[in-house]
């Protein structure tokens, strides 16, 4: 049975599932309403040191920069659709493979085009991450975006990150309201 969580819990991986190595990350979401305009969203992910800072543009992966220098985070493509069931785009991360000063691996999301086409968080439904052993793929936690997004067209979603030497996963949901841009420039990126 996986862990529900709320905004701002979190949970051990490595006591939820001991022996942990591999997990996938899956995230989900539905256009609760649009004017017909293709309705886009990217999964992204920054690998950051202790000052929560990437250590290079190398460590912000999305669908142009597939998976990192050290094939510790890999992501699974780019959904431009959102249409089906199931999560809408995934994220592999061999924890054992996590460089040493990696101390989070915080996972976002944009709405492509977002200002643009006039969409925001605020016209998405049923959002939500959670986490898969990959190895037999049991769901370990799970998190649902509750909450109205309102306007942001970026919001992070949550964050596996280290703890006294275990893995941990934290539900964020946070709204970011200035964009993709400052998003990414925030963890340090070149944008």
Known sequence: ??????????????????????????LGWDPRRTDGKPFDLDAMVFMVNDQGRVRSDADFIFFNNKQSADGSVVHGGDNTTGQGEGDDETVLIDLDKVPADVQRIITAVVIYEGPER??????????????????????????????????????????V??????????AIG??????????????????
């Open 174 to 191: 946070q709204g970011y309201d200035a964009g993709f841009a400052a998003l990414v420039r925030s963890y340090g990126v070149n944008a």
């Open 118 to 159: 006039g969409q925001n968080f605020g016209m998405v439904d049923r959002a939500y991450a959670r986490v898969l052993n990959a190895e037999g793929g049991a769901e370990l936690v799970r998190f649902d975006l509750t909450e109205d997004g309102g306007t942001v067209t970026a919001m992070i979603f949550a964050e």
């Open 1 to 26: 049975m996986a862990v529900s969580l709320v905004k701002g819990g979190n949970v051990s991986l490595t006591k939820t599932a001991p022996g942990l190595k591999k997990i996938t990350l899956g």
């Open 161 to 170: 990150y280290r703890n006294a030497g275990e893995w941990k996963f934290k």
